[in-house]
C-alpha cells in the first residue's frame, strides 16, 4: 500500500516555542491531506483538511492561528503548532488518500509532542 | 462535520466471536473503514467497505453495512488475545469514539 511518513516521531519542546510536523507520501501525490489530534484514550480528532496550493479548512473549534498549516506540494504538508503550551502535548497523525477524498486514505505512524 | 458512535467497551473469551458496532448519521461518504489500534502504536487498516455493498468478508473478519439504519458492524471470529486492542469505526475521515476490545484467555 502507499507510504505516509511524519517526522519527527516525538519531540519535546519549551512552552511559547513553536513545533513543525512534516508529513509525507513517499510514493503517491496526495492533493489532500488530513491532521488529527488524539487525546490519551481517546479516539481522533479531525482538525484539518489540508489541500496543495490553497489555505487549509479547519473543523469547528480548531484555532487556525494556533495550528498552521502548510501544503506546498503534492506530497508534503506541515503542522506548525505556534506558542504551544502543555496543553497542545497530544499525539498528532496526518493521513493522505491518493485517490481523493472519500477514497481509501493511509496514515502516517504520528507524532508524540510534549510541551514542559 | 460527522457523528460517528460506538460502545466503548467489549470483553469476549478467547475463541468467541466479537461483534463491534457502529452507528453515524452522515451518509455523503462512499467509504467506511476499520482500524485497529494496539497499545502505545499507530493505526493499522483492518478493512473497508464501500457504501454500495452489505457485506465484506476478509478471513476472520467480516463487515455488515446496513445503509437504511446507518448502522456498521465489525465481526471477528475465533478471537485471539492478540486482538485486544482498540477498535476504530470511520467513516469518510471522521472517526468513531473506539470500542476497546478486550479478549480474556
Known sequence: ?116 | GEDVEQSLFLSVREGDSSVINCTYTDSSSTYLYWYKQEPGAGLQLLTYIFSNMDMKQDQRLTVLLNKKDKHLSLRIADTQTGDSAIYFCVRGFYFGSGTKLNVKP
Not at chain 1, 479548512?57 to 503534492?74: P, R, W
Not at chain 1, 497523525?93 to 496514515?107: H, V
Open chain 1, 1 to 116: 500500500g502507499a507510504v505516509v511518513s511524519q517526522h519527527p516521531s516525538w519531540v519535546i519542546c519549551k512552552s511559547g516555542t513553536s513545533v513543525k510536523i512534516e508529513c509525507r507520501s513517499l510514493d503517491f501525490q496526495a492533493t489532500t491531506m488530513f491532521w488529527y489530534r488524539q487525546f490519551p484514550k481517546q479516539s481522533l480528532m479531525l482538525m484539518a483538511t489540508s489541500n496543495e496550493g490553497s489555505k487549509a479548512t479547519y473543523e469547528q473549534g480548531v484555532e487556525k492561528d494556533k495550528f498552521l498549516i502548510n501544503h506546498a506540494s503534492l506530497t508534503l504538508s506541515t503542522l506548525t503548532v505556534t506558542s504551544a503550551h502543555p496543553e497542545d502535548s497530544s499525539f498528532y497523525i496526518c493521513s493522505a488518500a491518493p485517490q481523493g477524498p472519500g477514497t481509501e486514505a493511509f496514515f502516517g505512524q504520528g507524532t508524540r509532542l510534549t510541551v514542559v
